[in-house]
């Protein structure tokens, strides 16, 4: 089975900084997709950003991207320019097979005014 | 964002009693799942749906059913709440190796 690590529980960056959030991922699959997911206080749970495992480019999406090391199994996300509106935990994640998605622990995030 | 409700949003129960939690999606999507979220484990799969009537373990599934009568509704039932099934259960929808789009979360207290 899959395992993903987030050795980060705490972050904190100051605002229109920019913060690198840690994953690690364990898997023997060839084919699968990780994810990072924001969770605001209200407990919705937003797509952040989305790498394929076969695809070698790293993903963007504005602010924030992704740094992609399969050989290393490891998927850092970093966010630029923080925002206010950024604070949230962060959870990163790994599909394959459909329908096994495996979730870390979560990272904190704080931003500081 | 992507039409799923669930509910209720919040219950609190007493142990041994039966619970039902409903997911309902407007987006047809032929995946849904239960999830559950308790500190320190991030979300953990309990049980998932690839369509109609077809249903499979996943994770943490002990204690839990559901059912799947139609492609826009999946329940979730406790058949005997326990106190250790107090978590936040959330349900999420998908349309096959892509991106699972997840609802609001249901708060469940179980006393």
């Known amino acids: 089975a899959q395992t993903v690590t987030q050795s980060q529980p705490e972050m904190s960056v100051q605002e229109a900084e920019t913060v690198t959030l840690s994953c690690t991922y364990d898997?023997?699959?060839?084919?699968?997709?990780l994810f990072w997911y924001k969770q605001p206080p209200s407990r919705q749970m937003i797509l952040v950003i989305r790498?394929?495992?076969?695809?070698?480019q790293n993903a963007t999406e504005n602010r924030f991207s992704v740094n992609f090391q399969k050989a290393a199994k490891s998927f850092s996300l970093k966010i630029s320019d923080s925002q206010l509106g950024d604070a949230a935990m962060y959870f990163c994640?790994?599909?394959?097979?459909?329908?096994?998605?495996?979730f870390g622990a979560g990272t904190r995030l704080t931003v500081k005014p | 964002d992507a039409g799923i409700t669930q509910s209720p949003r919040h219950k609190v129960t007493e142990t041994g009693t039966p619970v039902t939690l409903r997911c309902h999606q407007t987006e047809n999507h032929r995946y849904m799942y239960w999830y559950r979220q308790d500190p320190g484990h991030g979300l953990r799969l309990i049980h998932y749906s690839y369509g109609v009537k077809d249903t499979d373990k996943g994770e943490v599934s002990d204690g839990y059913s559901v059912s799947r009568s139609k492609t826009e509704d999946f329940l979730l039932t406790l058949e005997s709440a326990t106190s250790s099934q107090t978590s936040v259960y959330f349900c999420?929808?998908?349309?096959?190796?892509?991106?699972?789009?997840f609802g609001p979360g249901t708060r469940l207290l179980v006393l």
């Open positions: 790498q394929e495992a076969y695809k070698q």
């Open positions: 994640a790994s599909l394959y097979n459909n329908n096994d998605m495996r």
């Open positions: 898997t023997s699959e060839s084919d699968y997709y």
């Open positions: 999420a929808i998908g349309d096959g190796a892509e991106t699972q789009y």
